[in-house]
T-cell receptor, first 113, second 112 residues
Framework: GENVEQHPSTLSVQEGDSAVIKCTYS??????FPWYKQELGKRPQLIID?????GEKKDQRIAVTLNKTAKHFSLHITETQPEDSAVYFC????????????FGSGTQLTVLP | ETGVTQSPTHLIKTRGQQVTLRCSSQ?????VSWYQQALGQGPQFIFQ???????GRGNFPPRFSGLQFPNYSSELNVNALELDDSALYLC???????????FGPGTRLTVT
């Protein structure tokens, strides 16, 4: 089955700096890679996703890149703000009729004011 | 448009008991997936329901079962509860043949 590894597990940045979170996946059949933000005690919120036929996608201050050959994808957050502080999860999936997602172990991002 | 809702919010059960968790999908979404999120970890896929049938299952034993109703809402049932079943149970709804999944707030289950 699919295996997703996520690094780093914790990340602290100064407000205004950029943050990068990296994930690798094992199953070359995976074709969908979403990123979720989960604030303490709240639901995971889909913030951006990318399909395997696209190398990069951007939405305001966040962007995701995908390298299918190396089987890794990354989340980039620019001009970080304190409200960006949360746990971020990457996931891989999309295969089969269920298109189930396999999640990484999460990155606790702290943006210091 | 209403989002995904789950009930109850919190639940405390004793080892060996049975529990039923409920999920109402986002308006218009006909597919519901259930995930287990242990403390400090990412969600782990349990199973998915589409057209009232199980449409895929993760690595969970048969004591984890589910139902989907004609209005697309869903239940997760867990029999013979074990201490390791303590976790946040999340459901996510989606449209069939679409990739995006949207999560509910979860049910925090504690097994003592």
């Amino acid at each position: 089955g699919e295996n997703v590894e996520q690094h780093p597990s914790t990340l602290s940045v100064q407000e205004g700096d950029s943050a990068v979170i990296k994930c690798t996946y094992s199953d070359s059949a995976s074709n969908y890679f979403p990123w979720y933000k989960q604030e303490l005690g709240k639901r995971p919120q889909l913030i951006i996703d990318i399909r395997s036929n696209v190398g990069e996608k951007k939405d305001q201050r966040i962007a995701v890149t995908l390298n299918k050959t190396a089987k890794h994808f990354s989340l980039h957050i620019t001009e970080t703000q304190p409200e960006d502080s949360a746990v971020y999860f990457c996931a891989a999936g999309g295969q089969g009729s269920a298109r189930q997602l396999t999640f990484g172990s999460g990155t606790q991002l702290t943006v210091l004011p | 448009e209403t989002g995904v809702t789950q009930s109850p919010t919190h639940l405390i059960k004793t080892r060996g008991q049975q529990v039923t968790l409920r999920c109402s999908s986002q308006s218009g979404h006909n597919t519901v997936s259930w995930y287990q999120q242990a403390l400090g970890q990412g969600p782990q896929f349990i199973f998915q329901y589409y057209r009232e049938e199980e449409n895929g299952r993760g690595n969970f034993p048969p004591r984890f079962s589910g139902l989907q109703f004609p209005n697309y809402s869903s239940e997760l049932n867990v029999n013979a509860l074990e201490l390791d079943d303590s976790a946040l149970y999340l459901c996510a709804s989606s449209l069939a043949r679409r990739y995006e999944q949207y999560f509910g707030p979860g049910t925090r289950l504690t097994v003592t």
